[in-house]
């Protein structure tokens, strides 16, 4: 069945395509909710030191400028 034919179909709930068994499809589960865990890790260790510590945000901002300015001599 196409895509075309299930869209047509008011009885046919549409899916994803992880939810149907495809043999030969290796699908690792959790490693998503670990990429997120870590990346929320990192935004909320980001946060909490920009509120602690804001001469570092400062100081990376100072880096970032200054290297922007020298790319464009």
Same mark, same amino acid.
């Given at each position: 069945?196409?895509?075309h034919v299930r869209?047509?179909?008011p009885e046919t709930t549409l899916g994803t395509? /992880?939810?149907i068994d495809v043999p030969g499809r290796d699908v690792t589960p959790g490693?998503?909710?670990l990429l997120e865990l870590l990346g929320l890790t990192l935004? /909320?260790?980001a946060?909490?030191?920009?509120?602690v510590r804001p001469e570092?945000?400062?100081a990376g901002v100072?880096?970032?400028a200054t290297r922007a300015a020298s790319l464009v001599r």
């Open positions: 069945m196409t895509q869209d047509k179909e395509s /992880a939810d490693r998503g909710r935004v /909320a260790g946060g909490v030191l920009f509120v570092f945000y400062e100072h880096v970032f």
